[in-house]
Structure formats: C-alpha cells, structure tokens
C-alpha cells in the first residue's frame, strides 16, 4: 500500500508530514498534522525532525524554510501556487510604498518571499484582527488580498490602501449560494466563510474565519447542521472530527493547486528528495522580520 511505503520512508529520513487543510483527505490522512496557514508556521517553528514535507502550496512551504533555514523543506509539486500571492510584485509594493511614505506595510502570508521581505509584518487569517490590532492609529498599506484588508480594517474602523488581489478560488463564491445553502441546511443552521469572500457574502454570513477557526467553531458550537463557504478539502477534517454533524458545501470552491500534492508525488518527494525549498539568504532574513514579528504577537 502506498501509505505504508510513505510511512516507512518518514521514518528513514527523519520527515515530519504536514499538510493544510484544504489537501485532499488521503493526504491529512497520512500527515503527522494538519492545520491553517498560522497553526503550520506555528508548528513549523517547533519540529525537531530533519526534514519537512509540505503538502500545500509553495508560500507556505517557503514560510516553513524561512522559519527553519537549516532544515530541508519538501514541496511534493514544485508547480503548487497560489494565483493571489502572485497578483502582486516586490517591484509594484516599493512603487505604493513610494505613495505612502511613512505607512507601515502589512502582507496577508498568501504572499512571494520577495513581497514579506519588503513588509514591516505579515498576517495570516487566523490573527489578522489581532495584529491589525496592535497597528492601530497608522497608516496602512495592506496587500495582496482587498477582501481580507477590506474585512479586518471594517472591524477595526479603520481605512487601508488595500491592493486589490483575491482569490480566485473564494471570488466564485456568491450570495446566491448562500441563500442556497440556508434553505438546504435549515435556516438555525450556521453559515461560515473565509475572509477571503467577498463584501456581500461576508456580510450575509454569520461568521467570517480561517479554516481553522472554523474546525474550532464547528467542535465547540451546539449547532447540527453547518453552511461551509471555503474550500471543499476541509470537508474531510470537519466530517472526520465530527462524525455526528452535517456539512452544506456551497459554490463547489475547489483550488487546483492544494490538490496537486497527491499520495504519489508526496512518496516520490520523501523517496527522491524532491522538490527543495530554496530561498536565498539576504530575502529570507528580511522575510524572517515580518513573520517572527507576526508569531510575536
Ligand atoms: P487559512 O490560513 O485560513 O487556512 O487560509 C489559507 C488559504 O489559502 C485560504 O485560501
Ligand atoms: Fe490561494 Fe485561494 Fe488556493 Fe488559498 S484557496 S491557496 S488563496 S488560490
């Protein structure tokens, strides 16, 4: 069986499995962990083993290695992106820092090493307000994602010069669907999306988080019956850890690049070594500010 070749080269090159929770489920199956962008920095920074296999796409693979430059970083498909961190340049950032002189610049972690390096802090959806918080008062520039910027600078009243990138996974995501999904699920059943939604659907919902917030939501709340307005991947972990509770997909939300990480390519990664996260010192080390300071918080 495939997973136990996987399981027996884990051992033989000391590797630690993680994955995110949009990966297909075979693969959270098989990972030593599985969570949102800041639970995998978070557990990035405590591994003690000498590689890192990750299974999600090449930002967070790369946010791994800079947090662990002296360990090998392992993206099982080196062609795993994420469009919105690319809807933005280094060469374009420097350009709107040049209009706001004296604003401080803040990165969503769907972003290039080369545009963290150029941020004073970077946030995931899982602390954005938090940090945002911390910031309260300055001028901000926030990019690649207008959705999140939109959402966290509407809770703390403030404005931000948002960039105006997006996820084209969350953007097919529309209020029909959610109107679809209450019907379907019962109108006291809970509706939850990412931050990376759009205005009107944000607003329709009944609440906003990163995946796992979500996971955390779902565990915790009374409710039976639940509207998930994210990537459908993490149906499989919510399902999993509530086996008892009932799941309403809407908008059919896949993202081709999570499910590029398959059982093969994670057993040829492990087998061949491949394929390494390289990221040149002098980036990683400005790159490395923004997220510690991001972690510190
Ligand atoms: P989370 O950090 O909420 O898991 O989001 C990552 C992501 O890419 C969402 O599209
Ligand atoms: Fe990027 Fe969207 Fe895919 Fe997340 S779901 S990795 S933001 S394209």
């Known amino acids: 069986m495939i997973e136990d070749e996987i399981r027996m080269l884990r051992n033989d090159r000391r590797a630690v499995i993680l994955a995110h929770n949009y990966c297909r489920g075979e693969v959270q199956d098989i990972a030593d962990f599985t969570g949102d962008s ?84 970077c946030v995931t959806s899982g602390n954005a307000e938090k940090v945002m918080a911390t910031l309260k008062g300055e001028e901000i520039i926030f990019v690649p994602d207008m959705h999140l910027g939109g959402y966290v600078s509407k809770k703390l009243g403030e404005t931000y010069a948002c960039w105006k990138g997006f996820c084209p996974v969350h953007a097919k995501l529309e209020l029909r669907h959610i109107r679809d999904g209450r019907i379907e699920a019962g109108m006291d059943a809970p509706v939850l999306v990412h931050p990376e939604c759009d205005k009107p659907v944000r607003e329709a919902a009944d609440h906003c988080l990163s995946t796992g917030g979500m996971c955390r939501f779902v565990k915790e709340s009374p409710a039976e019956r639940f509207v998930i307005g994210t990537e459908k991947g993490i149906l499989h972990r919510l399902q999993k850890e509530n086996p008892e509770k009932e799941f309403f997909p809407i908008g059919d939300l896949v993202c081709e690049d999570m499910k590029k990480i398959t059982l093969e390519k994670l057993r040829d990664a492990l087998e061949k070594m491949q394929y390494e996260v390289v990221v040149p010192d002098e980036i990683a080390k400005r790159a490395r500010k923004a997220i510690e300071r991001m972690l510190s918080v």
């Open 38 to 121: 800041l639970e995998l920095a978070r557990k990035a920074t405590e591994i003690q083993a000498d590689v890192i296999v990750f299974c999600g796409v090449r930002f967070m693979a790369e946010t791994a290695k800079i947090l662990n430059p002296e360990k090998k970083v392992l993206l099982p498909d080196p062609t795993a992106g994420c469009p919105m961190a690319e809807m933005i340049t280094a060469a374009q950032l420097r350009e709107l820092k040049a209009q706001h002189p004296g604003a401080k610049a803040v990165c969503y972690v769907n972003s290039t090493t080369e545009v963290k390096a150029e941020c004073d802090i």
